[in-house]
């Protein structure tokens, strides 16, 4: 029965996502980190123990090892894959492109940190999750405005940006004050790609270029059109950091001060620690994970769902939406959930109402038009997952015993019926026994 | 068969009662002999395949009486599919033509009362045949009232195994043709019969069985035209009469509001521009009853005065009601008249106007030799026939010339209208049959009595004693004409009057020669007619045989290593019905949209109902465009799957790519920025190394000739086109290929679903990557957008 089948379609989630972590709980477990060297895990332990605070199950392994495999018996070992190893050329083990970029279309989360002279191996992964590097691998960004005023270094490679995205989804709700700290190689974005989005992008003084070399030609990529640190969220949900600089997840970056070059403020501590900590917990979905449950519609004054509609019926609608706290489901609060009534188009555009408790509702007339329809949810908000809820419906006519039996406009016509009925009569009656 | 006993022993000789009932059981018997001939000879298909439905259509038929049987007669009045036609879906109780549903439905009951537990599709299979055999006893009827019994029965015998009616009927031919021609037929009947007997019982049984005919086939209109046109013809030839009024007036009004409760013709019965020769002759009807009535009961000179009066008003009202009617019909588009109707009267419409007309084979003017094939030797005996009823001319028969004319050129339009012609033809040729074998043996007795009999004198001495054998002519059209007026006014208790009128009409013709030939060219003649009823037996046994027994779902073809069964469209449903989720949509071309529904149970988008031009065309453009605008519009009616039927393996030339140029025309029709001649080369359709890139890039040529090249070893050589097709190698990039069935004729794709990434558009690098499409969301291309 088609009322039965209903299409909870976070886009399209492969059977094998559900095992590897449970809708229910969407938060990330098990991590692998794949390092160019343990030397990170020491210099990097920061970042790596505020994962470890958070629950996560870090799992250290040079990106060499031969023993690394994503998966076995074709489940997958880990729910996220965190690749610090810029210039690795080639992974121990059975990983390879192919298997990240599977590992990450069956709805798993990665990080890659790039650097300045990344491996072919690392800049290909990310073009295809569409995020390209300064083809010039040994490039980086130089930003003579707003470069973090250091005593040391003086070609300006070290810059300070605090342009960042504004979502408090992504980046948590504490602004982030400081700038950040970023030190490597650019990226630019297709701008017609929708599910790749800027987080720190350059000042748009910055460019990209290989600092130890005089320009000869204008450089390719320029101004705020640079990012510096991109997330990527795929059709499945599946979730991307990709970062141009390994450094910035360093413990000197977290720890240092930072004064961005033409201000006055110097800050205690960059913005690093605070922009990817939330970040990760954006990545490895803690936050901006959406559900949508107890889709449910029926005729106004019924309960039960019919299989088919009429038109001209009043029906109520109603979906139940959550959000992923990281540890439980609240109930997402929005007043832009817009429910379709589609036909190849939609004839009907609700904005759904809720009651802050995560039900959202919303009755209408079905439009005087047959044919099957489909209760449509596309709800896109920038930094949640995509809710798509599609669920069909046909839309019958009148039956024939539903029209009006009588209409008064018609009197007249049912008055000469009658008359010429009887008149009828009579005649025949006065025309035969008249003689 | 030839002599027509009992008509002339009933009035003759009361003397040989015996003699008229044997002739009266021997009619019966062959009647019945004739039934049987009829249902057997269309058993050719269930013993050399098997009891399936066949073809397109009547798979439709197949799963409406299936519903009906199941949810009964209100839920298949109100059924709203929607399974077909995604996303419009259908209103099926008001679209269809419920006749030959209710009718294998109303079998189907009484059968299962009778606790005879036949299954829906038996019933199915067998109705086509059945009714083939009421059709014969119908001509029998119609001929019977027109020239006798003895003609009747020859146009019976010849209707049996018409092969046009064959075509059309075989068993599990289960289409509406199948019921409605018995209905046209006894409609005809019922009609003569009136205008025989001027009884109003018979009128309204013609009322009656006209609502049936109206169920069953559209082509009812031919009815509600044929017979105003022949009621015209009755008044303009001075041959007006009660029995015509009676034969006319109830059929006009019971009949048009019987008509208007068929859901599918509802108001058309009186909007529409086929219905309103009937009213029209209606209004002419009356107009000349009156001017008839005004005669009887003034003088003729205030007769003269009254016509002049009559005439005057009469041309003031219907120069009014032909104003109307133009301003009518002249303010809808099509000028009131159903593109169907129109390439009727205009046999070059449907082509240059509706190509989806125009795509339908059967639509198209048949070739001469499918008047051959078709109604085989009747065509050199129509026009005796004619001449046969001409002599002597009475209302019946001046209607069964007027149907065989009409029916002429109707068939002469659409080779699918063959079917209205081969009654016509019966029924002219039993008549010419009839009266051939009734002047040789005629002759042929009227020379052994004279040889045995050398007394013999006086013809009408002979009568008495010969009882059956009628000797000269004069005699036996004089017995006939009055048995024509005689027999009226045995049944009709109105008989005075009729006879008042008839005779001053029918004596007039009764003056005819003696027609006497040579004995021995009446045996010759004899000799040839019945070798030539000889040719036809065998023709016709021979086309229901080979020529119109294939159920067009199973294919087979003898070849030197024997026999070869093509089953690959049920395997392809059965495929789809086990394989995929209910609810997933298969786009095909519409030819196989009923199978699909019906066999896979599966939704379509377009299929054999062509009601949505619009509906047709986003899919014929889909078929012509490049695989990524294709993918796109078919997402967006949320396609899962692609079928298409390819024969360039095994040599199946009704296949897709065939019938391509269709689906370009048809999708360019309505989205322009299809063009024909972006597919043909110089004017020609071609698929080799000549074709055009855009033919060579559409999605349907993508679809029928992937992986194609690994069937021959890289030769791939099409043996449709018999050509090597242009281009051999290639990948899909968003369609999968699911399913091939196993001779290749039907071919599954599954659309792939949309990339999970966006990867970047590779800038300047000329390297391997330049095969990625980038998709952007937006659909440009997208008619539906």
Redesign the interface.
């Given at each position: 029965m088609s009322k039965n089948i209903f299409f909870f379609v976070i886009l399209t989630i492969a059977p094998s996502l559900l095992r590897a972590f449970s809708p229910e709980s969407p938060t990330d477990r098990r991590v692998l980190v794949l390092l160019d060297d343990f030397a990170i895990k020491s210099s990097h332990s920061l970042y790596f123990n505020s994962l470890k605070s958070r629950g996560f199950n870090l799992d250290f392994k040079l990106a060499s090892d031969p023993q690394i495999s994503l998966q076995r018996y074709g489940n997958y070992l880990y729910d996220a894959l965190v690749l610090l190893c810029p210039s690795i050329d080639r992974f121990g083990g059975s990983v390879d492109q192919a298997a990240i970029l599977d590992f990450v279309d069956s709805g798993h989360d990665l990080i890659i940190a790039a650097d300045v002279n990344s491996s072919e191996l690392i800049r290909e992964v990310a073009t295809e999750c569409g995020v390209e590097f300064d083809e010039d691998a040994a490039s980086m960004v130089i930003d003579h405005s707003s470069y973090a005023v250091s005593a040391t270094e003086g070609d300006h490679t070290l810059i300070a940006s605090n342009d960042l995205i504004k979502s408090e989804v992504i980046l948590g709700s504490n602004k982030i004050e400081a700038p950040v700290l970023f030190k490597g190689i650019g990226h630019s974005l297709n701008p017609a790609n929708n599910m790749v989005l800027k987080v720190l992008s350059a000042s748009p003084a910055a460019y990209s270029a290989y600092p130890k070399a005089k320009l000869s030609s204008p450089p390719s990529l320029m101004g705020s059109a640079i990012s510096l640190v991109s997330v990527v969220q795929a059709r499945n949900n599946a979730r991307i950091l990709i970062a141009g600089s390994l450094s910035m997840f360093s413990n000197r970056f977290f720890r240092s001060g930072v004064q961005q070059a033409g201000t006055a403020t110097k800050h205690e501590k960059a913005g690093n620690e605070q922009l990817l900590t939330e970040l990760s917990r954006w990545v490895f979905h803690e936050r901006g994970h959406l559900k949508a449950v107890n889709v449910r519609h029926h005729k106004v004054g019924e309960t039960d769902e019919p299989a088919i509609y009429r038109i001209k019926d009043d029906l109520e609608y109603s979906v139940e939406i959550y959000e992923w706290s990281g540890t439980s489901w609240k109930p997402y609060v929005s007043n832009d959930v817009q429910l379709q009534f589609y036909m190849m188009s939609p004839y009907v555009l609700k904005t759904l109402s809720t009651d802050k408790k995560g039900l959202y509702s919303t009755s209408f007339k079905v439009p005087d038009a047959y044919g099957v329809f489909q209760f449509k949810i596309e709800y896109e908000n920038l930094g949640y997952t995509t809710l798509s809820l599609s669920k069909q419906i046909p839309v019958r006519p009148y039956r024939h015993n539903e029209y009006e039996r009588f209409i008064p406009a018609a009197y007249p016509y049912y008055g000469a019926t009658f008359s010429m009925m009887a008149g009828l009569f009579i005649f025949t009656a006065v025309h035969l026994y008249n003689k | 068969m030839a002599v027509p006993v009992d008509i002339i022993t009933k009035q003759t000789t009361p003397s040989s009662p015996l003699r008229f009932a044997f002739g009266n059981v021997l009619a019966f018997f062959i009647l019945l002999l004739i039934g049987v001939l009829a249902f057997s000879i269309r058993l050719f298909s269930v013993i050399k395949y098997e009891s399936v439905i066949h073809e397109f259509d009547p798979y439709f038929n197949y799963r409406v009486t299936q519903f009906l049987i199941k949810n009964g007669i209100?839920d298949f009045?109100?059924w709203?599919d929607?399974r077909t036609w995604?996303?419009?879906?259908r209103?099926i109780?008001g679209t269809v033509y419920p006749g030959l549903t209710l009718t294998a439905g109303t079998i189907w009951k009484v059968l299962h009362s009778l606790n005879i537990p036949l299954s829906v599709e038996s019933v199915c299979v067998f109705t086509a045949p059945v009714f083939s055999a009421f059709a014969a006893w119908a001509t029998y009827l119609l001929t019977k009232e027109v020239k006798g019994t003895g003609a009747g029965l020859t146009a019976a015998v010849l209707l049996a195994m018409v092969p046009s009616y064959i075509s059309r009927s075989v068993a599990g031919s289960y289409d509406n043709e199948a019921v409605a021609i018995f209905a046209l037929i006894f409609t005809f009947y019922l009609y003569i019969k009136t205008l025989n007997t001027g009884s109003l019982f018979y009128a309204t049984l013609n009322s009656i069985s006209y609502f049936y005919m109206v169920c069953s086939w559209g082509g009812y209109t031919f009815i509600i035209n044929l017979i105003p046109m022949h009621v015209l013809l009755c008044i303009v030839t001075g041959r007006y009469s009660s029995r015509l009024y009676i034969a006319y007036a109830p059929l006009v009004v019971l009949g048009t509001l019987l008509a208007a409760l068929v859901?599918v013709v509802g108001f058309n019965a009186v909007m529409t521009s086929e219905h309103f020769a009937s009213f029209l002759v209606f209004i002419v009807i009356h107009v000349v009853a009156l001017a008839y009535y005004i005669k009887g009961i003034l003088s003729p000179k205030m007769f003269k005065v009254a016509a002049t009066l009559v005439v005057s008003v009469g041309v003031v009202v219907c120069c009014a009601v032909v104003a109307v009617l133009v301003a009518v019909v002249a303010s809808s588009p099509t000028k009131g008249w159903s593109g169907r109707s129109l390439s009727l009267l205009d046999p070059t419409y449907a082509s240059k106007y509706i190509p989806i007309i125009a795509s339908v084979s059967e639509h198209q003017p048949p070739t001469w030799p499918s008047y051959f094939m078709d109604i085989n030797v009747l065509a050199f005996l129509v026009p005796a026939g004619i001449i046969a009823c001409f002599a002597p001319l009475s209302d019946a028969s001046s209607f069964v010339i007027l149907y065989l004319v009409m029916s002429v050129y109707f068939s002469g339009v659409m080779v699918r209208l063959m079917l209205v012609l081969a009654p016509a033809a019966c029924i002219m040729s039993g008549i010419a049959l009839s009266e051939a074998f009734d002047v040789f043996t005629r002759s042929i007795k009227f020379h052994i009595s004279r040889l045995s009999d050398t007394l013999q004198t006086d013809v009408v001495d002979i009568i008495p004693g010969n009882g059956a054998t009628p000797q000269i002519d004069v005699l036996k059209a004089d017995k006939k004409e009055d048995l024509l007026k005689e027999r009226p006014s045995r049944k009709s208790k109105k008989k005075e009057k009729e006879n008042v009128e008839k005779p001053s009409i029918k004596s007039k013709k009764t003056e005819k020669t003696p027609l006497v030939l040579p004995i021995e060219a009446s045996f010759f003649a004899l000799f040839l007619t019945v070798l030539l009823g000889g040719f036809y037996v065998v023709h016709s046994v021979w086309a229901a045989a080979e020529a119109y027994s294939a159920p067009s779902i199973v294919l087979t073809s003898h070849s030197h290593d024997g026999l070869h069964v093509f089953d690959d469209f049920r395997e392809a449903y059965a495929w789809l019905s086990h394989n995929t989720e209910?609810?997933d949509k298969v786009a095909s071309w519409w030819d196989y949209g009923y199978q699909t529904t019906a066999m896979a149970n599966r939704t379509v988008i377009v299929d054999n109902n062509t009601w949505n031009n619009t509906h047709i065309a986003t899919v014929g453009t889909a078929m012509s465009s490049p695989e990524k605008a294709a993918w796109e519009i078919f997402n967006?009616?949320d396609v899962k799957y692609v079928l298409v039927v390819f024969g360039g393996l095994v040599g199946y030339p009704s296949d897709d790519i065939n019938k391509f140029l269709w689906m370009v025309r048809i999708g360019g029709g309505v989205f322009p920025h299809i063009k024909e001649p972006d597919y043909l080369r110089d004017g020609q359709y071609r698929i080799d190394s000549e074709a055009t890139p855009t033919m060579l890039n559409s999605l349907m040529y993508k679809l029928s000739y992937f992986r194609f090249v690994e069937t021959d070893g890289g030769k791939g050589y099409d043996r449709v086109r018999r050509t090597e097709i242009g281009k051999k190698h290639f990948k899909l990039t968003h369609f999968e290929e699911v399913f091939t069935t196993h001779h290749w004729m039907v071919r599954i794709y599954k659309l792939k679903?949309?990339?999970?990434?966006?990867?970047?558009?590779p800038?300047k690098s000329k390297s391997k990557t330049s095969s990625a499409t980038?998709r952007?969301?937006s659909m440009k291309k997208n008619p539906?957008h």
């Open positions: - | 209100y009045w109100n709203f929607d995604y996303p419009l879906g209103v109780g859901p209910v609810d967006s009616l679903p949309q990339k999970n990434r966006i990867r970047v558009k800038k980038p952007t969301g539906w």
